[in-house]
Nanobody, 120 residues
Framework: QVQLVESGGGLVQAGGSLRLSCAAS????????MGWYRQAPGKERELVAT???????NYADSVKGRFTISRDNAKNTVSLQMNSLKPEDTAVYYC??????????????WGQGTQVTVSA
């Protein structure tokens, strides 16, 4: 069974920084893509950033230049460095792992989410 555990959320003032981390555990052979999505109250879940195994990253336009995604393939971890945070970044942030290959199965997984709140 694959589990994703996020950490690093919290409350920060506008202009501040936070770093989110996510660790995937289980009998994992490979993870194709890891990333972060977010969902603000009353809004649909949206992509924030993804990174594939060769480190090619993709960002939502709203976070380009402010957020940086990175991953450690050996440790099956992904991080999101968030700088110059804005109140509109307030949301629950979800870690994702797509194309996960384990000893017995393959699939996509989501973490339980971590709250990020940016005060004005």
């Amino acid at each position: 069974q694959v589990q994703l555990v996020e950490s690093g959320g919290g409350l920060v003032q506008a202009g501040g920084s936070l770093r989110l981390s996510c660790a995937a555990s289980g009998s994992i052979f490979e993870i194709r893509t890891m990333g972060w999505y977010r969902q603000a109250p009353g809004k649909e879940r949206e992509l924030v950033a993804t990174i594939i195994k060769n480190s090619n990253a993709n960002y939502a336009d709203s976070v380009k230049g402010r957020f940086t995604i990175s991953r450690d393939n050996a440790k099956n971890t992904v991080s999101l460095q968030m700088n110059s945070l804005k109140p509109e970044d307030t949301a629950v942030y979800y870690c994702t792992a797509h194309g996960v290959v384990t000893r017995t199965a393959a699939g996509d997984y989501w973490g339980q989410g971590t709250q990020v709140t940016v005060s004005a």
